[in-house]
Antibody, heavy 117, light 112 residues
Framework: QLQLQESGPGLVKPSETLSLTCTVS??????????WGWIRQPPGKGLEWIGS???????YYNPSLKSRVTISVDTSKNQFSLKLSSVTAADTAVYYC?????????WGQGTLVTVSS | QSALTQPASVSGSPGQSITISCTGT?????????VSWYQQHPGKAPKLMIY???KRPSGVSNRFSGSKSGNTASLTISGLQAEDEADYYC????????????FGGGTKLTVL
């Protein structure tokens, strides 16, 4: 049974870079869902796809965030990561990692990242 | 890339059936059989209920079904139960020229 767990700072200052890691357990990141994704949800709002990565490293980003997003994979650690640069208060959200590229299962529990000075 | 359109809320009584619509365009819902649906209870992560338009993952009740007509996908829940009260989101692949994924705005289901 695949399980995903997000980790990273819960508070980031405006203009800085948000960095999160998703650790995959119960299976190999190279052989399971093949695609891995990041989705976020601002407080009280809906879901937004941030981007997805193929286990080989090919990346796909939301066009509206593309200039600020980097997703990478570390197969040796069974992890994939998200970096979002130049954050503002509008980037405050629960960030989820999930298995999949255009359909997502399973999901991590999510981690709240607040952008504030 | 615009969000898919869902009704803000729907309601139904226990035992009844409800349908949640998800309207997109010919660039997303209408072009691909890659619509998925998610159930989200308060404070919890979303859960995949339907994928590829009408397929149910293992463990999901057969009371949940998905369909599509043109640019509109639908999620039907039959035999409503109190535990079905949650937010529901649709999602579609939208990559006509580049890989892209779009979610709907979400629908709050209330079981009366």
């Amino acid at each position: 049974q695949l399980q995903l767990q997000e980790s990273g700072p819960g508070l980031v200052k405006p203009s800085e870079t948000l960095s999160l890691t998703c650790t995959v357990s119960g299976g190999s990141i190279s052989s399971s869902s093949y695609y891995w994704g990041w989705i976020r949800q601002p407080p009280g709002k809906g879901l937004e796809w941030i981007g997805s990565i193929y286990y080989s490293g090919s990346t796909y980003y939301n066009p509206s965030l593309k200039s600020r997003v980097t997703i990478s994979v570390d197969t040796s650690k069974n992890q994939f990561s998200l970096k979002l640069s130049s954050v503002t208060a509008a980037d405050t959200a629960v960030y989820y990692c999930a298995g999949g590229g255009d359909e997502f299962d399973p999901w991590g529990q999510g981690t709240l990242v607040t952008v504030s000075s | 890339q615009s969000a898919l359109t869902q009704p803000a809320s729907v309601s139904g009584s226990p035992g009844q059936s409800i349908t949640i619509s998800c309207t997109g365009t010919s660039s997303d819902v209408g072009s691909y059989n890659l619509v998925s649906w998610y159930q989200q209870h308060p404070g919890k992560a979303p859960k995949l209920m339907i994928y590829e338009g009408s397929k149910r993952p293992s463990g999901v009740s057969n009371r949940f079904s998905g369909s599509k007509s043109g640019n509109t996908a639908s999620l039907t829940i039959s035999g409503l139960q109190a535990e079905d009260e949650a937010d529901y989101y649709c999602c579609s692949y939208a990559g006509s020229s580049t890989f892209d994924v779009v979610f709907g705005g979400g629908t709050k289901l209330t079981v009366l």
